[in-house]
């Protein structure tokens, strides 16, 4: 069982790994379209594009939910440990799991409704100035949420190995 585990967890490695790599240029190509937005709006001759308002917000959304999976990796983006601290380390461990089973079950309530949702009118429905179908920006928010639940599990998976003195 301890090789299925590590196994999964050397898999949350490598897809943390992907995540970093396709968030890099995610973030390169929002600031280069948000700098196309600002400096057309300074030139006067030029007229500011329509659509980069639209991508940005798109690449961003992308961005942060895809790279929320490495806090989650980490466990350093939620965190109430000013509370928790006052409890004896068995009442934190059970608080911490607690909050982690309660954001596992929000992460994957979010996929499935996103999934339910978008899958209705995503393909229907099209951007305004992008003109590209809504199911793609919206894609972002279903794998987004998949990539975070699954980094979860592996947190809770670190947190049960670290308690049998193994360390992972």
Request: net charge positive.
């Amino acid at each position: 069982m301890k090789k299925v585990l590590h196994a999964y967890l050397k898999l949350m490695d490598w897809l943390d790994t992907l995540v970093k790599w396709v968030s890099s240029p995610l973030c390169a190509a929002i600031v280069v379209v948000i700098t196309i937005q600002v400096f057309s709006r300074f030139i006067s001759f030029v007229k500011s594009p329509a659509w980069t308002e639209e991508l940005a917000r798109y690449l961003m959304i992308a961005m942060a939910f895809l790279a929320a999976s490495n806090g989650i990796k980490n466990w350093n983006n939620i965190s109430v440990d000013f509370i928790t601290k006052k409890f004896s380390p068995k009442a934190q461990k059970i608080i911490d799991v607690s909050i982690q089973v309660t954001v596992f079950a929000l992460l994957v309530f979010t996929a499935y409704i996103c999934w339910k949702t978008f899958g209705k009118v995503g393909f229907r429905q099209k951007s305004s100035t992008l003109q590209i179908q809504m199911i793609i920006p919206q894609s972002t928010l279903i794998i987004g949420s998949i990539v975070m639940s699954l980094q979860l599990v592996g947190v809770i998976i670190r947190q049960f190995m670290k308690g049998d003195g193994d360390g992972a």
